[in-house]
């Protein structure tokens, strides 16, 4: 279709070119004035009566004539001339005519000068609005399809996803089951009277697989997929957007039993109310449509929007009312099982080396999505390649994690001085880790640099935790600690190694005061909590009040909690001095280590009781 189209328009091109250059040389073949000069009246007269004029042609008011010998006139020799009559004078072509001269009348052609003067330049305004409306849009007779939606809609080849390719996520694939069985057969629940969801909006954080468990479903159901961003509807001109919610509700109805598939329809979905203009915003008038759409489903239509977001808390309420998303269903971050069976699937077309462990690689990837996980499977496969490899190994697996989480390995970019310090101060970080009892185990310690960490302590929870003891807290942010207490330790001052780890600490601490009721002087209360309008920054009312006593005790607590585990640090590091020069000659020499050799190293060490302080940490490594 395309290569029709181009030739269509090259013939077209060929033939405007053509008809330009006809009526080019028509306009230069058809002037008369081509080697001829304009003369003075007189010496026309002068000529006429001396008999040296041979023809003359008149064309209303002008003369044209030819000389029977040349002139000069001027400093020109003259054999053709013309000349312009202010009116007709019936005795002078007499005079003409006695004096032999061949005189010829011709009507003046209007039409023809006109055209030849003007045919040109309508021709160039036809190109140029023909070629300036396919740039805008790619084709011609799409110039004017603003309203029509851009939907991909996929009906002969439909997505050839199945709920197998999609793992973890067992209670979302639960809820969506029902939604298939309605699509494959929707009289078993329009006999009984039940109403199936007209909408589900997937939320979770970005990466968890909310398209890919869309594509399932109409894998699984077999239906036409109609698929479009929430960004796609919005455009400069007021309306625009309303029109393709309503042109792709028409083509679904036509093509029903049909899934329609919004993604991020955050970009439409936004609070109305809060926008620059007012209910007239554009994104207003297109959620508005949606709305309407939503609502218009008549009982038994067959249609099913499915909606991804990963920002619920800014969507309408209207959206979420029953009658319209009738079912969330949420598509968190996998557990160790689920990153286990997602790195099963995306391994299923790499080739692995007998000794891989996937089960180890899912230990050490807490909070990693399922498109993390999918980058570490690549980024292993590319490493693998670039060292000539037939298969995956292990190493290149555990590379691969250490890449995508912190970034590129730099080689040689520290000086003894600063290498010796990031030693220790890992070495902290290690072995408190492995003296803490709730601490969470180490995988692997390295001094070399990665992004913008110089250094890095890896931990492998045991579970992946969904609830957080005060105890292991504490633990934690005595772990954040032990790199600065460490260098405080050793060289007898401190550096900006540590700056990741006061920031973490800091935050976590001012969670337990202010939201976790962690604290015995502030209580069970929490604080600075508020709900803000989106956009104008106005607050609801909901915000608790707290006083100038009340923010300085809060403070105060956090500084104490703080304090307390960077005491507690001090006084285990300097208790077990030898085990933390070992750690860091250690990895001086190998750069890394792993849980193994930590442990050889510390088979003389005995478990040290937890001490009462205070901390928490969200992540799974601490990095210099």
Excluded at 275 to 291: A, I, K
Excluded at 350 to 361: G, H, S, T
Excluded at 390 to 404: F, G, P, S, T, Y
């Amino acid at each position: 279709m395309e290569n029709r189209n181009n030739s269509f328009i090259t013939t077209l091109i060929i033939w405007a070119i053509l008809i330009f250059v006809g009526f080019l040389a028509l306009q230069i073949f058809s002037s008369q004035n081509i080697g001829t000069t304009e003369i003075t009246y007189n010496t026309f007269i002068e000529q006429v009566n001396s008999g040296n004029v041979d023809t003359v042609v008149v064309v209303d008011n002008e003369v044209k004539g030819v000389l029977k010998q040349s002139i000069i006139v001027g400093d020109k020799q003259v054999k053709r001339f013309n000349i312009y009559l202010p009116y007709k004078d019936e005795s002078t072509f007499r005079d003409l005519a006695e004096n032999g001269v061949i005189v010829i009348f011709k009507p003046k052609q209007m039409w023809l000068n006109l055209i030849i003067s003007y045919l040109p330049w309508i021709l160039i305004l036809l190109f140029l609005w023909f070629f300036m409306f396919r740039q805008m849009d790619g084709n011609v007779g799409r110039a004017f399809d603003f309203g029509k939606s851009r939907a991909k809609i996929y009906t002969e080849n439909k997505p050839n996803v199945t709920f197998d390719d999609v793992a973890d996520v067992k209670e979302a694939k639960e809820e969506l089951k029902e939604i298939v069985d309605y699509l494959k057969n929707p009289k078993k629940y329009s006999s009984i009277g039940a109403r199936v969801p007209k909408g589900v909006l997937l939320i979770g954080p970005p990466g968890t697989g909310k398209t890919l468990l869309a594509r399932a479903i109409a894998g699984e159901a077999g239906v036409p997929f109609l698929s479009i961003s929430g960004s796609e509807f919005v455009e400069m001109f007021v309306g625009v957007g309303a029109a393709r919610v309503r042109d792709l509700f028409e083509k679904a109805k036509k093509l029903a039993p049909a899934i329609v598939f919004i993604d991020e329809i955050d970009a439409v979905g936004r609070i109305r109310g809060a926008g620059l203009g007012g209910g007239h915003d554009e994104r207003e008038q297109t959620l508005n449509q949606l709305l309407v759409e939503m609502d218009g489903f008549e009982p038994g239509a067959g249609i099913i929007v499915i909606a991804a977001t990963n920002r619920p808390d800014i969507l309408d309420p209207a959206l979420l009312r029953p009658g319209r998303f009738d079912r969330v269903v949420v598509v968190d971050k996998p557990d160790v099982e689920g990153r286990y069976q997602i790195l099963k699937i995306h391994a299923r077309k790499i080739k692995m080396a007998p000794n891989v462990d996937l089960r180890k690689i899912a230990n050490i990837t807490p909070g990693f999505s399922g498109a993390d996980l999918a980058n570490v499977i690549n980024e292993a496969a590319l490493l693998a390649a670039r060292r000539n490899k037939q298969q995956v190994e292990q190493e290149d697996l555990e590379e691969a994690v250490d890449k995508v989480m912190m970034g590129v390995a730099k080689e040689g970019a520290l000086s003894p001085e600063e290498k010796k310090r990031v030693a220790y101060h890992e070495a902290g970080h290690a072995l408190l880790s492995k003296l803490l009892p709730n601490a969470d185990p180490v995988h692997k310690v390295s001094v070399i640099p990665r992004g913008m960490a110089l250094g890095v302590t890896v931990s492998a929870p045991k579970d992946d935790k969904k609830l957080m003891t005060k105890e292991y807290i504490e633990d934690m942010i005595t772990v954040l600690m032990g790199g600065r207490v460490a260098e405080k330790i050793i060289f007898g001052d401190l550096s900006t190694g540590a700056a990741n780890d006061l920031e973490r600490v800091t935050e976590i601490a001012r969670k337990m005061v202010t939201e976790w009721g962690m604290s015995d002087k502030i209580g069970p209360a929490t604080f600075g909590k508020t709900q803000r309008e989106i956009f104008l920054g106005r607050d609801l009312g909901l915000k608790t009040p707290i006083s100038e006593e009340t923010l300085k005790l809060i403070d105060e607590e956090i500084k104490s909690i703080v304090m307390r585990a960077e005491s507690r640090a001090e006084r285990i590091l300097k208790e077990n001095i030898d085990k933390l020069h070992e750690i860091a000659k250690a990895l001086l020499e190998k750069e890394t280590i792993s849980s193994e050799e930590l442990d050889n190293i510390l088979k003389d060490g005995k478990e040290i009781e937890s001490v009462q302080a205070d901390g928490e940490s969200e992540e799974s490594e601490s990095q210099t």
